[in-house]
């Protein structure tokens, strides 16, 4: 049997194979899924299907007469060769040929008007190595969408005081008191409860939302009304009700009236990159724009707020993209002019010939 | 399944209804052109204008939805959904051109298939963009992807007729099914493509990485793979065995059911794609 069967018979069972593997990956998740396709068994395939496409040109000479197909083809050869460099053994590869250390992936976290050069694991646990120069937050931020027919939510915030006995720290705690007018409600951490008389709008446009304190016996009503422009108002229980020790377990009680949040719009990090002390680069890098700099590029992929903001950038090399993308225009560029320009292309001189016949 | 009456959802129902008129001319025009009736050509034209009428009434569904949310209505389901019943006439228009044939009462039925759940089974609650689907390429890696699954669903079309039709295996218009159905997907494959290659770059301009081994991906390159081994039998061995030919294509088109519905809709597929979630 010739090489011109055999190898479409074998292209053909590779792609079966490719597919079977791709239903079984579908189903074992995506963790599991990158450990089978980026096994060792499946680089032996990786490198046979490399083989198999160039093969492929040496035997049928149409793949390299035709453009189209050249490109698609050529293209898939460098997708699959820039990806392989790009992964970790191709790292590893990296490093022992030409002593450049790389980490594929890792993650920073790094407090607002702090600066880091620290690679950590996923866990942000276990340190991966140190880049050569360090990486500022000087911002973090979330930006919200207009809060459109949201409530304004009600919220309490305690003060609870150090307990020596216990050894628990000083710590302010907060939830929210889901309300509808006509609700009636504990206090957490008072033994008073707020009873929701009425919600309305003063002439300003800002809500108004009449309560009733209520504590054995004792009862207050008022309003809790933001000023205009205001976002917020606070109402101190522990004052409006003067509270003793005995009828609350904090130094402090308050209820919030405030404007709800939108849903989130982006996280954005305005970052510099240090080198010796000076900032070589400035971005403010967000979702879908991260910042590319020494071969690496750094994504926003979480945060933390708790006494300070940071961020958790996550820290992906760049070693194998620029083929991964030439093989992304090849082949994109290849199929388009293959099934859409060439037969353009064909029914045009077809036409023309037609005519010059005519003539 | 819920009817729902406001104004969006009472244009989709009477885009579907314009659609199954479609349907219904369109064979009367056949019995007719068949010798057993009359008005043949009549009966086509009104075909023809009903399914256009269902066009209308699906875009000015599209554009109130695109109104009401302030983004291109691609987000979820519904939309997608939406968008499908729209792309679905030019598409049919474009392919009855480039392919030859009478395929207007079939693409008529995909059309009312597809706006089915979008009037039917999915929630149209409007969503705000989260910051993933905030990017230029949000528009064209998915309307790649609605283009190239409606010819492929039209492909399909094309070769379940090809393996179950009997004895008919040349369309009206003098077109073998078989053929038909290559010449669709020489069309939708480069979209495929396209989608495939966009999606990874936004992937990786998103995620950090072009390919992450998602679910939605892995059945993305599988739909791919399918039409890509098609590709290259046909390549290899021409017309020569039409019936495996149409199978490879309706595995195809099964594979672009599953990567748009099952995976989207079923918890087995847990993912990085779970905005398209209905």
Redesign the interface.
């Known amino acids: 049997m010739s090489l011109r069967r055999i190898i479409?018979a074998i292209?053909?069972s590779f792609?079966?194979v490719?597919?079977v593997l791709?239903?079984a990956?579908?189903?074992v998740?995506?963790?599991r899924?990158?450990v089978m396709?980026t096994s060792p068994t499946m680089v032996a395939y990786w490198v046979a299907l490399l083989v198999l496409l160039l093969a492929g040109f040496v035997v049928f000479p149409k793949l390299v007469r035709r453009p189209g197909l050249l490109a698609a083809h050529f293209g898939t050869v460098l997708i699959v060769f820039g990806?392989m460099a790009g992964s970790q053994a191709g790292h590893d590869a990296g490093a022992r040929i030409f002593g450049r250390a790389k980490v594929p992936?890792s993650y920073m976290i790094i407090a607002e008007g702090q600066d880091s050069s620290v690679m950590m694991d996923a866990n942000l646990a276990e340190r991966m190595g140190d880049l050569p120069f360090a990486i500022r937050l000087n911002r973090f931020w979330i930006e919200h969408?207009p809060p459109e027919g949201k409530n304004w939510i009600l919220q309490w915030v305690a003060w609870v005081p150090a307990d020596a006995n216990t050894g628990q720290p000083q710590e302010v705690l907060e939830g929210q008191l889901p309300w509808e007018v006509g609700s009636d409600m504990e206090v957490p951490y008072t033994q008073a409860r707020v009873n929701i008389v009425g919600l309305d709008a003063a002439a300003n446009g800002q809500p108004r939302l009449k309560v009733r304190l209520n504590i054995e016996g004792r009862s207050r009503e008022t309003v809790i009304e933001p000023a205009p422009g205001q976002l917020m108002k606070s109402l101190s229980v522990t004052e409006a009700m003067g509270l003793s020790a005995g009828e609350q377990a904090a130094d402090e009680v308050r209820l919030l009236f405030r404007e709800p949040e939108?849903?989130?719009?982006?996280?954005k990090s305005d970052l510099s990159v240090l080198k010796d002390g000076n900032e070589v680069a400035r971005k403010v890098i967000?979702?879908?724009?991260?910042l590319h700099y020494g071969g690496y590029?750094f994504?926003q992929?979480a945060y933390r707020i708790d006494q300070e903001q940071y961020t958790i950038l996550?820290v992906?090399s760049d070693t194998g993209?620029e083929l991964?993308?030439a093989g992304?225009v090849l082949?994109?560029g290849g199929?388009?002019y293959q099934?859409?320009l060439e037969?353009i292309v064909a029914a045009i001189r077809r036409r023309r010939g037609g005519h010059a016949r005519a003539a | 399944m819920h009817v729902q009456l406001d104004s969006l959802h009472l244009l989709i129902y009477a885009a579907m209804l314009a659609c199954l008129l479609a349907v219904a001319l369109s064979a009367v025009s056949r019995a007719a052109a068949a010798g057993r009736g009359l008005g043949a050509a009549f009966a086509a034209r009104a075909g023809e204008a009903s399914f256009a009428a269902g066009f209308v009434l699906a875009i000015v569904a599209f554009i109130l939805r695109w109104i009401e949310v302030r983004h291109v209505p691609l987000q979820n389901m519904f939309e997608v959904f939406l968008t499908l019943g729209v792309v679905l006439y030019p598409l049919s228009l474009l392919c009855r051109r480039l392919v030859g044939g009478d395929s207007l009462g079939l693409d008529a039925m995909i059309a009312f298939v597809v706006l089915f759940p979008a009037g039917l089974v999915f929630k149209s609650d409007p969503?705000?963009l989260?910051?993933?689907l905030?990017?230029w390429l949000f528009i064209p890696h998915v309307a790649a992807y609605m283009l190239a699954y409606i010819i492929l669903a039209m492909a399909a079309a094309q070769a379940v007729l090809q393996l179950f039709a009997k004895g008919d295996r040349v369309a009206v218009g003098g077109v073998n099914h078989e053929l038909a159905a290559y010449r669709l997907v020489?069309?939708a494959?480069?979209l495929l493509?396209?989608g495939l290659?966009l999606g990874?770059?936004?992937g990786?301009?998103?995620?950090?990485?072009?390919?992450?081994?998602?679910?939605q991906e892995?059945?993305s390159?599988?739909t791919w793979?399918?039409f890509?081994?098609y590709m290259?039998?046909r390549c290899?061995a021409g017309a020569r065995w039409p019936r495996i030919n149409s199978v490879l294509v309706i595995l195809g088109g099964l594979a672009v059911v599953l990567t748009l519905l099952w995976?989207n809709l079923s918890r087995?597929?847990?993912?990085?794609h779970s905005y398209a979630s209905p």
């Open positions: 479409p292209t053909l792609l079966a490719l597919t791709s239903i990956g579908a189903f998740g995506a963790e899924a990158k396709f990806a992936l969408y939108g849903d989130v719009r982006d996280y967000e979702v879908n724009d991260p590029h994504y992929n996550g992906v993209l991964v993308y992304f082949l994109c199929v388009f099934f859409w037969p | 969503q705000h989260p910051p993933a905030q990017d020489t069309l494959f480069p493509t396209l290659v990874a770059w936004w990786k301009k998103a995620w950090g990485d072009y390919w992450q081994w998602d679910p892995l059945w390159l599988i793979l399918i890509l081994a290259h039998l290899a995976v087995l597929f847990p993912g990085m």
